[in-house]
């Protein structure tokens, strides 16, 4: 999918205010000073808001608590406090034509599905095309943003920032909050009785990096997201063994699809969101569903889910069936209870000599420097179009890439920036509270409807159904 605008060109600087030098000639009430832009956070939603304040004519400050850009996709084995942190062998399960930044190919010598160190060799590339790090300020943390006496007026914001362990305050005229949502552990402990007897070892994924402590060991990974999934997968070629463990299964989507093509080349195109429309929900559950179980059936693996496939978000894993045929890995259902060695699933069966658990139960997300602005209770916020907090009496606050879509976050934040940079310039302008309200409150109802009941189903959109709602709210359309 490729951008293509009507009408006027988002893309087009409509106005760019002049330089410093240039007031020397202009009466200075005559000059229009450039819009500052405060991004908080430099991964790859930060670099495209750079990019998009730049292509508007903004003077953009994109503040970075760490020493570098690329965020959650900058491997580290001991990460920054404060950023989200992957194990070394994540490979994306978004394909590259389907995550690449419009504007900006990833290389044809790059595969399909690329390690996180290909991807942040992209994310280096593109910073340095578009000359991006400019504008970076690294090691530093947006602590506070309040709104300015005057807001009701100006828009304007208050940013305080601490580099060094020094503070300061800065004026700013819209907000970008890219600071990513796989950042805070969910490790809902209260929900295992008996963990806190358990002498083992337990940890989040967050904190797994590489399998080589859990060589010979007998490891149960709690939860089959795509984390569970993988870690499952890794621990098996070395421990003794590995139990996964899911309360409700999951059905599993591969990367590799019909004729060798990436699965999500294959299934995200307009053709399907155009049948999607005209085939009811159960036609596209039975569809989908034979197909997978064409592959493997999941009942014969301990992995039929009594959900349909559109209501849980998807787990894409190629090794997986493999590593259950072997017996590497054995599914279980949920964990009952843990002991000082074992662990009780709830269908009583018991194991015995666990050496470590891995919780790989997601993440919740939080906007710490924000508290006053917007409330988050149980990974649920409002947002206008999952962007815009529908109160404010001036749309300068957009948050960017707080979204779980069915496909790749990049190009969405890409979009998401190009539509929020013109609200603030006032080139589109948002409906009333009440409409923005009624919005909210209708896709909160249809994702309730549609995916079963957890904290990692609230930010749920389609790939191309959400990109059509964006770019048309910007006076584009998406081809
Ligand atoms: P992040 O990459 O998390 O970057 C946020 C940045 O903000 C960080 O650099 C952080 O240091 C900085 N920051 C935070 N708070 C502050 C502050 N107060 N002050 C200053 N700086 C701050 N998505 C896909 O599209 N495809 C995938 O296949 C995929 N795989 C994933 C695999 C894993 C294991 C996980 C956990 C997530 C995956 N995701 C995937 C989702 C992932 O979140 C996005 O790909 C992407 O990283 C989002 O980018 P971001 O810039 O919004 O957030
Ligand atoms: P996730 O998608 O939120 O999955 C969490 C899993 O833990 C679910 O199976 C959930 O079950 C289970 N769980 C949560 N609380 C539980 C509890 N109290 N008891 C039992 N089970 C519980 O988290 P994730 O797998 O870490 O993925 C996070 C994001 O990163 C996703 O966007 C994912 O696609 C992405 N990711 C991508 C890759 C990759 O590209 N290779 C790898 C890893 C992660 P329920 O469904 O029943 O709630």
Known sequence: MSMVSTGKDASITLFAGPSQDSCLFFPRQLTMAKK???????????????????????????????????????YEENPEEGR?????????????????FSDFPIPDDFPNYMHNSKIMEYFRTYAKHFDLLNYVRFKTSVCHVTRRPDFSTTGQWDVVTETD????????????????????????????PGIEKFRGRY??????????????????????GNSGGDLAVEISHTAK??????????????RVGDEGYPMDIVLSTRLNAVLNKFLTTSMVNKWAEKRLNARFNHSHYGLQPTHRILNQHPTVNDDLPNRIISGRVLVKPNVREFTETAAIFEDGTKEDNIDAVVFATGYSFS???????????NNQISLYKFVFPPHLEKPTLAFIGLVQPLGAIMPISELQCRWATRVFKGLNSLPSMSDMMADITQKKEEMVKRYVKSPRHTIQVDFVQYMDEIASLTGMTLI
């Open 241 to 254: 063994q590995v139990f996964l463990s899911t309360r409700r299964g999951a059905w599993i989507l591969n």
């Open 165 to 192: 362990g020094k503070q300061e305050s800065s004026i700013f005229d819209g907000i970008l909050v890219c600071s990513g949502h796989h950042t805070y552990a969910h490790l809902p402990l209260h929900t295992f």
């Open 367 to 377: 906007f710490p420097f924000l508290e006053s602005c917007v409330e988050v209770v």
């Open 203 to 224: 940890l989040h994924s967050r904190e797994y990096k590489n399998p080589q402590e859990f060589s010979d060991k007998r490891v149960i990974v709690i939860g089959i």
């Open 36 to 74: 500052r832009v405060a991004i908080i956070g430099g991964g790859s939603s930060g670099l495209c808001a750079i990019k998009s304040c730049l292509d508007e004519g903004m003077e953009p400050v994109c503040f970075e608590r760490t020493n570098d850009i690329g965020g959650l996709w900058r």
């Open 84 to 100: 989200a942190s992957i194990y070394k062998s994540v490979i994306i399960n978004t394909s590259k034509e389907m995550m690449c």
